[in-house]
């Protein structure tokens, strides 16, 4: 690795680090203002919405100017948002409108971001002179590290300062992002010229008419409803019907430790072997851990069944982002990858939803099947479709072109 490819990394852990601190700590603070439950949800489902739509957007964006720039500025959309709680709090007081207003504003920072680093992979991958399997697994392994570090480091934070000072040095850390962003040579964000205008109906059209990316997109989504199921509605309400809720926290390091290996392993054997063997390897270790985590038995099983379902994502999602950069045309990366993050933005809702639902009628366990069993036949038909058995690489595709 060379100064392009760490300085993305660096970058990227930088920005994820602010998102998870700003995930724990906003929370808190709208609780601790308002003293309502109520509020909190609010604020959360309030920007849910405009992320999605954001990401849209911002694809358009992403794809008239440097990536690079695009990056830059997404950082400090969101480090100016979260900036401004603080500044508003000294001035009038904090309520829950300046929490939702600037959660909109920040959802232009947010998804657009993921989406602008997902976009500027080759231009990294080609400047560092490392291989995309290698950057990626890096990015996969790293980004599982903040998982374990950025909730811990978030409530570290709460107990030590107060919430304004948790405020700037959330800011801090993605304009951090867009400091360290500036290391990267703008050729290194440079888009291949495409013919015609750029307009955010290609994105779709690109994604719709090509069977690989529907198929990989129904399968991320599908990946996210199941865990969001899981872990946002499941767990919690098992653990705290055993009377154990801080056994929560155990199962998602196990999740983030798990990932970090899949993503080591992957960035250091990806380049080897068929992709087809990695794309089932991974598979079948999700539907096992999911599988066996849905027994809710033991606390211990519990754990192991998320390690394993961590180690096959981190195998699987690196792969995945792998094959989006070869399959999907330069000079749309931003659009198609807008959409994508945009509906994965909105499938934990589905997710939630579906398993309250479940769990209100029929109990933990039932909503616990259910999710493992939406798993089995996704990993189930993902090995019988036709798009995704040919998974070797490629040569870049032209501009223009369309994925199969």
């Known amino acids: 690795m060379n100064r392009v490819s760490l300085a993305y990394l660096a970058s990227y852990v930088l920005s994820m680090l602010g998102n998870s601190i700003a995930g724990v700590a906003l929370p808190l603070l709208v609780l601790q203002i308002t003293g309502s439950a109520l509020a909190t949800g609010a ?74 680093r997902e976009a500027m992979i080759p231009g990294i991958a080609s400047a560092g002179r490392i291989g995309a399997e290698r950057l990626i697994g890096l990015r996969e392994a790293l980004g599982a590290l903040v998982m374990l570090a950025g909730p811990a480091a978030a409530g570290t934070l709460m107990v030590v300062f107060d919430g304004s000072t948790v405020l700037w040095i959330t800011a801090g850390t993605s304009a951090a992002a867009a400091a360290v962003t500036l290391l990267i040579p703008k050729q290194a964000g440079a888009i291949t010229p495409g013919t015609g205008q750029v307009l ?23 990946m996210v409803v199941v865990m969001s199921g899981f872990q946002a509605l499941v767990l919690p309400v098992h653990f705290t019907t055993e009377g154990r809720p801080e056994l929560l926290g155990f199962v998602l390091t196990a999740l983030a430790a798990g990932m970090l290996a899949g993503g080591g392993v992957y960035a250091a054997l990806g380049g080897r072997g068929r992709r087809r063997t990695w794309f089932t390897v991974g598979l079948v270790i999700t ?44 000079d749309r990366r931003g659009r198609v990858a807008g959409v994508q993050n945009a509906v994965l ?11 309250a639902v479940l769990t209100e009628q029929s109990g933990a366990g039932v909503a616990a099947a259910v999710l493992a069993a939406v798993w089995l036949v996704t990993g189930a038909l993902s090995l019988w479709a036709r798009p995704l058995r040919d998974l070797e690489p490629r040569t870049a595709l032209a501009v223009g072109a369309t994925a199969t």
């Open 200 to 222: 955010m109906r290609d994105g779709w059209r690109t994604l719709v008419r090509s069977p690989f990316l529907v198929a990989t997109t129904i399968v991320s989504m599908s």
């Open 287 to 330: 539907v096992a851990g999911f599988t066996t985590m849905a027994t809710l038995a033991a606390p211990w099983v519990v754990f192991g069944a998320a390690a394993l379902v961590g180690f096959g994502l981190g195998l699987f999602g690196s792969l995945m982002g792998v094959l989006m950069i070869e399959r999907i045309p330069d």
């Open 345 to 355: 933005t909105l499938a934990p809702a589905l997710g939630m939803g579906g398993a």
């Open 43 to 116: 604020v959360a489902v309030a920007s849910a919405l405009p992320a999605a739509v954001a990401g849209l957007l911002m694809g358009v964006v992403i794809d008239r100017i440097n990536r690079r720039t695009a990056s830059i500025l997404t950082d400090v959309v969101s480090a100016l948002s979260v900036a401004a709680l603080p500044l508003v709090d000294t001035a009038v007081g904090l309520s829950v409108g300046w929490f939702v207003l600037f959660a909109v504003i920040g959802s232009f920072g947010d998804v657009p971001g993921l989406t602008a």
